[in-house]
């Protein structure tokens, strides 16, 4: 009787093979594993609309450093939508949209 093979097995059996035939498998695995998952935006990341994220976590969000984050809070661009402690939250939405303005700007 054969067994199914865990995902340490696969990881083991990829880092085996030639680097041509991994690219291959994953490729593979793109087109066909997939094909029928069909999610919409909301469907992977609806859960997050109102979640509240930290300072590290809205910076890397928007894909800046930390002191850039904070020098858009100081400035008033970005607010908290709450404070633990010391610790302040901010809103996702606030953030999307946010997001689409710094976009907006860099496009020429």
Same mark, same amino acid.
């Given at each position: %009787?054969?067994?199914? %093979? ?6 083991? @059996?990829?880092?085996?093979? &030639?680097?041509?035939? #991994? ?10 594993? !997939?094909? @029928? @998952?069909?999610?919409?935006?909301? +469907? =992977?990341?609806?859960?997050?609309? *109102? @979640?509240?994220? *930290? ?8 894909? %800046?450093? =930390? &002191?850039?984050?904070? #020098?858009? =809070?100081?400035? $008033?661009?970005? *607010?908290?939508?709450?404070? =633990? $402690?010391?610790? +302040? %939250?901010?809103?996702? #939405? +606030?953030?999307?949209? !946010?997001? #689409? *303005?710094?976009?907006? /700007? /860099? +496009? &020429?």
């Amino acid at each position: %009787m054969s067994h199914a %093979m865990t995902a340490e097995e696969l990881l083991e @059996d990829l880092q085996t093979l &030639p680097a041509t035939e #991994r690219g291959k498998f994953f490729l593979l695995l793109e087109s066909r594993a !997939f094909q @029928d @998952d069909n999610f919409t935006h909301e +469907q =992977v990341f609806g859960h997050l609309a *109102t @979640d509240v994220l *930290t300072v590290q976590e809205a910076a890397e969000y928007l894909e %800046m450093s =930390v &002191p850039n984050f904070r #020098r858009y =809070v100081r400035r $008033g661009a970005i *607010t908290p939508v709450q404070t =633990v $402690g010391r610790n +302040q %939250m901010f809103a996702t #939405r +606030q953030l999307k949209a !946010f997001k #689409r *303005t710094l976009r907006g /700007r /860099r +496009q &020429p």
